[in-house]
């Protein structure tokens, strides 16, 4: 029961609490109103806007790290891709890049500390992007090398080219057990095993040894030193991370460095530094290539790396840690593709002479990697202008279409791909006009007035205009990325027609052309089919599409010169 005299109380109680809220509110709001006037905060405007605009981070990957491991299409910059260049590759759809890893000050630094904070936040930002990076050993030391090697001069890399930045060692390590520990500490870095792993436990699984082996001062002695180098790599990577694997990197597309001296092989063509007439092979025509009997008298590099897997044999029998389940000291063997007189169409014999090489020692489960892969347009030289760096015997000063460009990109990487390539790096980044003054700069010295090749390779214009290889390239990997790669299937290959079957998810899709034409009839047993001209009609990149059904359980189609590639609508 409430009292008369209760309720008199709060009447009076409720006035006095209004009075106190709204002096509070006057009080704040003058506060508010006559509060010290602060600098709006500087905002740093970039007046040259991004070439696509970047996504934001992610936490995990597009792809899982197995599938960026096993897509075939990766993309390469002159470094570690900077955000533009990821932005890039988010809209091509790729999340795989070939990494210079640059450790500790630089390439040749193994003997001193391992400091290499800088490169690892780099790898980790990557890493959190959703790229996947492969790594770089060298596989030397010049300190290291000079204490032993000092006065041997086939130990040491001649510099033709002039592009090195320090002498470079081709002969062994001398103290093993200190390079076995490098390497060792270098891949536990990035295994991402939770282990001595670098901030973030970003994970790197393939490690390239060195680049362009067997391209210059081609000693028997530099491949008996090589294979030391090559096993003492192995074994320290191994100890780290026994699922990591190693690269074997080659140099440009050089068949005979694969065969033995003396070897005759028809069917091929010559390529630069490689072909060497020898009265001993007829016919005597530029389709047989035979391999230099004198070697080390100049860069062909032949037969090196049949000498190389040679010595790698004799190290493994007196190996007694060899494991009897390991067929040799190395996971992956590489070689560059640019121009070559048959184009496209000698990829399939190289892939199939590694293949028998490897057999002939005893090497299974062996894939291959083509770590640079590029082909130009436009008109990269001038005519009658000396040039060193593509095959001498392949004109670049024949002008090439934007649209022959993009036809040559994806039937390159479709016949790659196709033989079994596990991976082929494209060039990224941007193209760069002869008449630039920062040619040399932009083209980091790969570039003269009259040879700018390096500089029209890419898929972006100098203006940032997608060329129509852009658009190409992005619907190949649209529709191809993701599939079941050891599934794929060479139904047409040689003469004029190519047409291989990749599986994706239940359902097979087509990629094919013809430079001649061709019909092609391929059992199916789907109903309704579409096909995809991959090269753009227009600036736009407008692609063109058409339909098709089956009849009898197969499918009709026409192949032309535009690779195309036909996918199951029901």
């Known amino acids: 029961m409430d009292y008369p005299s209760q309720k008199k109380g709060l009447a009076g109680i409720v006035p006095i609490l209004l009075i106190a809220i709204l002096v509070l509110v006057i009080l704040l709001a003058a506060v508010f109103f006559f509060r010290t006037p602060q600098e709006p905060p500087t905002v740093l405007v970039n007046t040259t806007p991004p070439l ?42 790729v999340y795989h890049t070939r990494t210079l890893l640059m450790l500790d000050g630089g390439y040749f630094g193994w003997v001193s500390n391992l400091s290499w904070e800088q490169q690892e936040q780099k790898i980790l930002q990557r890493y959190d992007q959703g790229i996947y990076s492969t790594g770089y050993l060298p596989g030397y030391s010049v300190d290291d090398s000079e204490l032993c090697h000092a006065h041997q001069l086939e130990c040491w890399k001649s510099d033709e080219l002039g592009l090195l930045k320090t002498k470079q ?16 500490k270098v891949v536990e870095r990035f295994d991402g095993d939770g282990i001595d792993d670098a901030p973030g436990h970003p994970k790197i699984l393939d490690w390239q040894l060195g680049d362009n082996e067997g391209d210059a001062r081609d000693t028997p002695i530099k491949a008996k030193e090589y294979a030391k180098t090559v096993m003492l790599t192995y074994k320290g990577l191994k100890a780290a991370c026994s699922n990591c694997r190693l690269i074997l990197m080659s140099s440009f597309f050089n068949v005979k460095s694969l065969l033995q001296q003396g070897e005759c092989v028809n069917g091929f063509s010559p390529h630069r530094w490689t072909f060497f007439p020898d009265d001993s092979c007829a016919p005597k025509d530029r389709n047989v290539m035979i391999v230099s009997k004198f070697v080390g008298t100049d860069r062909s590099g032949d037969g090196y790396f049949y000498r190389l897997f040679g010595e790698l044999n004799k190290l493994k029998q007196s190996d007694p840690s060899f494991s009897s389940s390991t067929n040799t000291y190395f996971d992956t063997y590489a070689f560059h593709f640019y121009e070559h007189p048959d184009g496209y169409k000698a990829l399939p014999k190289a892939i199939a002479t590694a293949q028998r090489t490897f057999g002939h020692f005893g090497f299974t489960n062996i894939s291959i990697v083509i770590p640079e892969f590029d082909t130009y347009s436009g008109r990269p030289k001038v005519s009658g202008a000396p040039s060193y760096r593509h095959p001498d015997n392949v004109d670049v000063s024949i002008p090439k279409s934007l649209q022959d460009h993009a036809r040559d990109v994806i039937k390159r990487h479709l016949t790659a791909i196709g033989n079994g390539v596990r991976w082929v790096d494209y060039s990224g980044g941007i193209d760069v006009e002869r008449n630039d003054p920062n040619l040399a700069q932009k083209s980091l010295g790969w570039c003269s007035p009259t040879d700018i090749y390096f500089c029209t390779t890419s898929l972006l214009a100098a203006d940032g205009t997608k060329k129509p290889a852009y658009y190409a390239y992005r ?12 599934k794929t299937q060479v139904l047409e290959q040689g003469s004029d027609a190519y047409l291989y079957a990749f599986v994706k998810g239940n359902k097979t899709i087509y990629a094919g052309w013809s430079d001649g034409g061709y019909a092609a009839t391929i059992p199916v047993s789907g109903q309704q089919w579409t096909m995809i001209d991959l090269i753009p009609t227009d600036d736009q990149g407008t692609l063109s ?7 009898d359980g197969s499918l009709s189609v026409s192949l032309m010169r535009d690779p195309v590639v036909i996918v199951q609508v029901s």
């Open 169 to 184: 060692s081709i002969c062994a390590p001398c103290d093993e057990e200190a390079y076995m520990g490098y390497i060792q």
């Open 52 to 93: 696509i605009s970047l996504p934001p981070p992610i936490s995990l990957p597009s792809l899982t790290l197995q599938q960026q491991q096993h897509s075939p299409f990766s993309l390469r910059f002159g470094g570690l891709a900077s955000d533009k260049e990821i932005a890039l590759m988010h809209d091509l759809g």
């Open 475 to 486: 619907k190949m990997v649209q529709l191809l990325d993701g599939s079941d790669w050891e």
């Open 545 to 551: 599409s058409s339909s098709l059904a089956s009849r």
